[in-house]
Structure formats: structure tokens, C-alpha cells
């Protein structure tokens, strides 16, 4: 069993900073990927960064120059600057794990979801 636990979000004025974590625990032998999403109301989920095994990045074209995500072990991080109103929605996170009880498997986590609200 594996879970991923996120905090950091929260109300901030546009143009603030916050920053996202999410911790992963349990059963895990390997982290492929880690990735925020989030998901405004009315609208489907969007991938905002991604992060491989090895250190690959890639970014919605919304979040470039502004997010930065960043891994230390089983914790991503999404470094959210010059906020905006847009960038209002649920944060989710994501992680691709191979767990102990069966390595030849790729398994899909999600966390909770943390509230991110950008006021003008």
C-alpha cells in the first residue's frame, strides 16, 4: 500500500508564491515519476509538471517560467511564483510506483488534492 500525502496549498494575492509537497510512503521500490495536476471547477484534469526518474522536467506550457517542480526521494515539490487568478484550482499529485509486492508493475497514486486560490 502507498500513500502520497500532499500540503502548501492555500489563499494568496496574484502575483505570490506558494509551495506544494507531497510525500510518498509504504511499500514502495521505485518512483518512475512524480507530477502535479490540478483541476479547476468546470474543467478536466491538467498535467502542470512532471517529473522522471533521472530528472527529466516537462511543463504545461502555462506553468513554464513561472513553477518549478522538484524531487527530494519519495517528496515532489511544486514551486508555484507570480500566481494569477488562472492558476486557481485543486492541486493533485500524482506518482508512478513500483511497490514491493510486485516489482513488474507500474501503479498509478493519487494524492488528496490541495486548494489553491488566486485572488485579483
Known amino acids: 500500500q502507498v500513500q502520497l500525502v500532499e500540503s502548501g496549498g492555500g489563499l494568496v494575492q496574484a502575483g505570490g508564491s506558494l509551495r506544494l509537497s507531497c510525500a510518498a510512503s509504504?511499500?514502495?521500490?521505485?518512483?518512475?515519476?512524480m507530477s502535479w495536476y490540478r483541476q479547476a471547477p468546470g474543467k478536466q484534469r491538467e498535467l502542470v509538471a512532471t517529473?522522471?526518474?533521472?530528472?527529466t522536467t516537462n511543463y504545461a506550457d502555462s506553468a513554464k517560467g513561472r513553477f518549478t517542480i522538484s524531487r527530494d526521494r519519495v517528496t515532489v515539490y511544486l514551486q508555484m511564483n507570480s500566481l494569477k487568478p488562472e492558476d486557481t484550482a485543486v492541486y493533485y499529485c500524482?506518482?508512478?510506483?513500483?511497490?514491493?509486492?510486485?516489482?513488474?508493475?507500474?501503479?498509478?497514486?493519487w494524492g488528496q488534492g490541495t486548494q489553491v486560490t488566486v485572488s485579483s
Open positions: 500524482n506518482a508512478r510506483i513500483i511497490t514491493t509486492h510486485n516489482v513488474r508493475v507500474v501503479y498509478d497514486y
Open positions: 517529473m522522471i526518474s533521472g530528472g
Open positions: 509504504g511499500s514502495i521500490f521505485n518512483i518512475n515519476a
